[in-house]
T-cell receptor, first 112, second 112 residues
Framework: DVKVTQSSRYLVKRTGEKVFLECVQD?????MFWYRQDPGLGLRLIYF???????EKGDIPEGYSVSREKKERFSLILESASTNQTSMYLC???????????FGPGTRLTVL | AQSVTQLGSHVSVSEGALVLLRCNYS??????LFWYVQYPNQGLQLLLK??????LVKGINGFEAEFKKSETSFHLTKPSAHMSDAAEYFC??????????FGAGTILRVKS
């Protein structure tokens, strides 16, 4: 069974902290994605990666960075967390262009 | 910019009634269209996808969607709602490099 896992389901951090969200997929997928989900706004793409060490900005990259050192792992980094980054973060992966994306269970991040 | 519009942020139906969730996309025909479902505290799960092979697409759990180019629509239907269908539903389109653009989501409530 295909699987995308995220390191934490719930996370509480303080303003100014550096935050790491980890995502691992076991499907040998080329493409990986980070979204944030907010009520009434749907999912918005933060960053995506189509290969190891490659990354592309999505629609809302400000305040975030990413790292992809291995094919199966894609990390989202909040360099200095702010309260407006309180959200649900979803990781996804896909095999090729146009293929369905498989999602992890999400990390609900609260920044106090 | 490409966009996806889901009409109705909340839809309420009685158990056994028809489910109709509306989705319209902007301008030129996108290569791929998707419907995803999100149950509480879970990630997104693919319901169905359109890839130009057939305009009527059947998905899991009895859902289906019809692609109508003239109306730029991809509405999701199910003949008879079940209590377990209560969830949030997202329409998404893929335009390039496997990026998905999501609608804002529709929360489906099923009344007994």
């Amino acid at each position: 069974d295909v699987k995308v896992t995220q390191s934490s389901r719930y996370l509480v951090k303080r303003t100014g902290e550096k935050v790491f969200l980890e995502c691992v997929q076991d499907m040998d997928h080329e493409n990986m994605f980070w979204y944030r989900q907010d009520p009434g706004l749907g999912l918005r793409l933060i960053y995506f990666s189509y290969d190891v060490k490659m990354k592309e900005k999505g629609d809302i990259p400000e305040g975030y960075s990413v790292s992809r050192e291995k094919k199966e792992r894609f990390s989202l980094i909040l360099e200095s967390a702010s309260t407006n980054q309180t959200s649900m973060y979803l990781c996804a992966s896909s095999l090729f262009q146009g293929a369905e994306q498989f999602f992890g269970p999400g990390t609900r991040l609260t920044v106090l | 910019a490409q966009s996806v519009t889901q009409l109705g942020s909340h839809v309420s139906v009685s158990e056994g009634a028809l489910v109709l969730l509306r989705c319209n996309y902007s301008s030129s025909v996108p290569p791929y269209l998707f419907w995803y479902v999100q149950y509480p505290n879970q990630g997104l799960q693919l319901l169905l996808k359109y890839t130009s092979a057939a305009t009527l697409v059947k998905g899991i759990n009895g859902f289906e969607a019809e692609f109508k180019k003239s109306e730029t629509s991809f509405h999701l239907t199910k003949p008879s709602a079940h209590m377990s269908d209560a969830a949030e539903y997202f329409c998404a389109v893929s335009y390039s490099v496997d990026k998905l653009v999501f609608g804002a989501g529709t929360i489906l409530r099923v009344k007994s």
